[in-house]
C-alpha cells in the first residue's frame, strides 16, 4: 500500500523568500507519479506541479521546483520568490502507474507574510 | 477557462437520509472521480468512474455509496442513509485521461450530517 507523510502541518514564510515543504512516501512500486496540489482557502485544489517517477530530472514549474530522491522515497517542494497569493494548503500525492486510486499526504499551510 | 463545478456548495442532511451530491466535470474529460476530506483528515479516494461505470472503488466506498451518470454532463455521488460519520467534503475531480494527467478538482461540497 502506498502512504504519503507530510511532516510540516504548518509553515510560514516572507514574501519573497524561499520555502521548501516535504513529503515522503512509501510504496513497493517502480511506476508512479508524484503531485503537489495547492488547495487556496477558496478550496478548489489546483495542481502544482507533477513528477513521473522514472524521469531523473527533477520538475520544475515557474517559481516551483521539486527535489526528488526516488532512493530516499521524498519528494519537495521548493517555492521560490514567494507570493502572498501563494497562501494555501499544500498537499503532496502519489498515484500507481495504471492505477486511479491517488493518495494524499495530510496537507501543510503554508502562509506567506508581508 | 473549463473548471468542474459542484452543487451544493454546503448541504445539511439527517443522519438516515439519502443525499445526492452533484458535479458537473470538464466537458471533454473522460475519468471521473469522487473524494473525501474529513476535517483534520487526509484527502482520500473513494471512487473513480470512465466509459459509464465504476473502474476503481476504495473501500469506504461500500454499498450505501454509488455514483451515476445520468446525462452528458452531470456526475452524482448517492449516500443512501447518511451517518454522522460521513460528514466531510467532497470533491468531484476529472481529468482527460487517466489521473497521471492533470486532473481538476471542483470546490467541494461540505456535507453537515446531524
Known amino acids: 500500500a502506498q502512504t504519503v507523510t507530510q511532516s510540516q502541518p504548518e509553515m510560514s514564510v516572507q514574501e519573497a523568500e524561499t520555502v521548501t515543504l516535504s513529503c515522503t512516501y512509501d510504496t513497493s512500486e517502480n511506476n508512479y507519479y508524484l503531485f503537489w496540489y495547492k488547495q487556496p482557502p477558496s478550496r478548489q485544489m489546483i495542481l502544482v506541479i507533477r513528477q513521473e517517477a522514472y524521469k531523473q530530472q527533477n520538475a520544475t514549474e515557474n517559481r516551483f521546483s521539486v527535489n526528488f530522491q526516488k532512493a530516499a522515497k521524498s519528494f519537495s517542494l521548493k517555492i521560490s520568490d514567494s507570493q502572498l497569493g501563494d497562501t494555501a494548503m499544500y498537499f503532496c500525492?502519489?498515484?500507481?502507474?495504471?492505477?486511479?486510486?491517488?493518495?494524499f499526504g495530510a496537507g501543510t499551510r503554508l502562509t506567506v507574510k508581508p | 477557462e473549463p473548471e468542474v463545478t459542484q452543487t451544493p456548495s454546503h448541504q445539511v442532511t439527517q443522519m438516515g437520509q439519502e443525499v445526492i451530491l452533484r458535479c458537473v466535470p470538464i466537458?471533454?474529460?473522460?475519468?471521473f472521480y469522487w473524494y473525501r476530506q474529513i476535517l483534520g483528515q487526509k484527502v482520500e479516494f473513494l471512487v473513480s468512474?470512465?466509459?459509464?461505470?465504476?473502474?476503481?472503488k476504495s473501500e469506504i466506498f461500500d454499498d450505501q455509496f454509488s455514483v451515476e451518470r445520468p446525462d452528458g454532463s452531470n456526475f452524482t455521488l448517492k449516500i443512501r442513509s447518511t451517518k454522522l460519520e460521513d460528514s466531510a467534503m467532497y470533491f468531484c475531480a476529472s481529468s482527460v485521461r487517466e489521473m497521471n494527467t492533470e486532473a481538476f478538482f471542483g470546490q467541494g461540497t461540505r456535507l453537515t450530517v446531524v
Open positions: 500525492a502519489t498515484r500507481l502507474w495504471g492505477n486511479n486510486d491517488m493518495r
Open positions: 466537458s471533454n474529460h473522460l475519468y
Open positions: 468512474f470512465y466509459n459509464n461505470e465504476i473502474s476503481e
